[in-house]
């Protein structure tokens, strides 16, 4: 199975941190964004990483290189302007192969056991009539108080109590983005919202700490927390 950090957005609210630094690579607890995500797929398992990039992609492809040194093989899905978040995933397919896979959006700080994802994987293969697509959502933060999605169950729905917020990380069937044409720019949500009105996606609620890093005020709250604590509690 295979894994995709998304990675290719501008940052505009994180301005002016992003605009010599591309956003997965601002440091919380010493590290950047994103190695936090490698290192969390490693220890699952991960052996292949998809990372597509667009504003400062050749800052991200010096940092990481070819992952060997995180114990993975990371290959790159390049463009030249950000494509969103079904675009740029369209136009990686090559890379993510026929079977499901893991996505991970590169601006968010999670502790979700990304072994799970292989579980998930499986049942969507042997299963794919029941769904295309598996969202972990977490509870809401006050900067998107109203949620995305509700959860029935496992079965998710456009609206419910409670509502929840998705975090970012999904497990898809390649199909989902089949009649996306390569480098056309595409929103997920879309996607997701048809899917969902055929009961098509299923999920999860996370429980533990979930942050969705969109502002130099909420990077810097996330790194004061990451450092003064140990790392090995958080993930």
Known sequence: MKAMILAAGRG?????LTDATPKPLLSVGGKPLVEW?????????????????????????????????????????PETEALETAGGIAHALPLLGKEPFLVVNG?????????????????????????????VLADNPPHHAQGD???????????????????????YQPDVFRDIAPGAKAKLAPLLEKLIDYELVRGEHHRA????????????????????????EVL
Do not use: C
Not at 42 to 63: C, D, E, P, S, W
Not at 108 to 130: G, H, K, Q, T, V
């Open 37 to 77: 995500h490698i290192e969390n797929l490693v220890r699952a398992g991960f052996t292949q990483i998809v990372i597509n990039y667009a504003h400062l992609g050749h800052l991200i492809k010096a940092a990481l290189g070819n992952g060997s040194r995180f114990g993975t093989r990371i290959h790159y899905s």
């Open 149 to 171: 999605f509700a959860l029935e169950h496992s079965l998710v729905k456009r609206k419910g109590k409670p509502m929840l917020t998705f975090t970012g990380v999904g497990i």
């Open 12 to 16: 505009e609210r994180m301005r002016p």
């Open 209 to 232: 700490r979930w942050v969705d890093v969109g502002t130099p005020q909420r990077l810097a709250a996330l790194d004061y927390a990451l450092t003064h604590r140990n790392a090995n």
């Open 107 to 135: 601006d968010i700080f999670i502790d979700y056991d990304f072994s799970r994802a292989r579980e998930i994987a499986l049942a969507m293969r042997a299963n794919p009539e029941l769904f295309a697509a598996y969202l």
